[in-house]
């Protein structure tokens, strides 16, 4: 939270997939929009895929699910878009004839990428390329106006994304350190909160460390805060369980206080550890990287604005 009357955004949080968790998302995703009798699955065990993971006969398109590894530039990403993009075009032409026979001899009307984060224009150019391509290639399987397209869960419904999310066994996401700029923004219209934070963690840093170990409190209230604005809008139910415990165990340390007789650093320790644990068992499918992350911004948040204080430490 920041002081009213302050606006600040950090640089969105990506959620990291694994190809196998993303294609069960995906599906999830598609089984919403066609219905789950209507998208059929072609394993890539047994001699390859024909540059389709899954399709959909009522409606005559076809959709290849890809997701790279991140976090990643936007160039790269979207090069390796291309170049699944083209890669996967060529399986489908190569086996057009047995393309046709699952598709009962139906043109497919659309070849669609579904990635995680579609966020360049150069993709979209290279889904027009294609497009020509196919349309050129006189393939019986294809119609003669078929589309190649890329999309990502924004274009589906809030809700299915939700639900998609709700069902994945490990939700990852990776946020990049805040920017200078970001830091000056924040540190412009937070005056407060950092002289709250700075007269505390005195307590706790040698003079000559002092302003790092702020710097640092601040980074991470920062990545705390938008990890959590990147559950709020893709999993809001993770998102509650995880605030469920952060807000548990701020009333319990508003009304208790920390531990007596610890040092500074040992009253931190004891809460970061308490916190990520009952993160852990409210949000089993919150990555333990995440956890930790959520944790430590909370804590920060905790010294800036109370209730966390280190009474027995000088």
Not at 80 to 106: C, S, W, Y
Request: glycine fraction near 6%; include cysteine.
């Amino acid at each position: 939270m920041l002081p009213r009357g302050v606006t600040f955004k950090m640089s969105s949080a990506v959620q990291v997939w694994n190809p196998d968790d993303w294609e069960l998302f995906a599906l999830s995703l598609l089984q919403g929009r066609h219905g789950p009798l209507h998208v059929q699955k072609i394993p890539a065990e047994h001699k390859g895929d024909y540059g389709i993971d899954y399709y959909c006969t009522k409606e005559s398109v076809a959709y290849q699910c890809y997701a790279v590894e991140e976090p990643i530039d936007i160039a790269t990403r979207a090069e390796r878009q291309k170049k699944k993009i083209t890669i996967d075009l060529g399986k489908l032409l190569k086996n057009h004839a047995e393309v046709a026979k699952m598709f009962h001899e139906v043109p497919i009307r659309h070849w669609v990428l579904i990635a995680p984060l579609h966020d360049s224009k150069e993709v979209n150019l290279h889904c027009a390329k294609k497009t020509k391509d196919l349309r050129g290639a006189g393939c019986v399987a294809l119609d003669a106006e078929i589309e190649v397209m890329i999309q990502d869960p924004s274009a589906f419904p809030g809700d299915a994304v939700a639900m998609g999310m709700s069902a994945l066994s490990k939700v990852t996401l990776s946020i990049p350190t805040p920017s200078q700029s970001e830091l000056a923004t924040w540190v412009a219209g937070s005056s407060n909160l950092l002289a709250n934070a700075t007269q505390k963690l005195k307590k706790r840093a040698n003079p000559d460390e002092l302003d790092a170990v702020v710097g640092e409190a601040v980074k991470s209230f920062l990545t705390g805060n938008a990890l959590l604005d990147a559950l709020r809008s893709g999993s809001p139910d993770l998102h509650e369980k995880v605030m469920s415990a952060i807000r548990s165990r701020a009333r319990r340390l508003q009304f208790a206080g920390p531990q007596r007789g610890g040092s500074a650093g040992e009253i931190l320790h004891a809460e970061l550890d308490a916190l990520i644990s009952a993160m852990q068992a409210a949000a089993p499918s919150l990555s333990a990287e995440n956890a930790e992350q959520i944790a430590y911004g909370s804590i920060c948040e905790w010294i800036m604005r109370c209730p966390l204080d280190f009474p027995n430490a000088q």
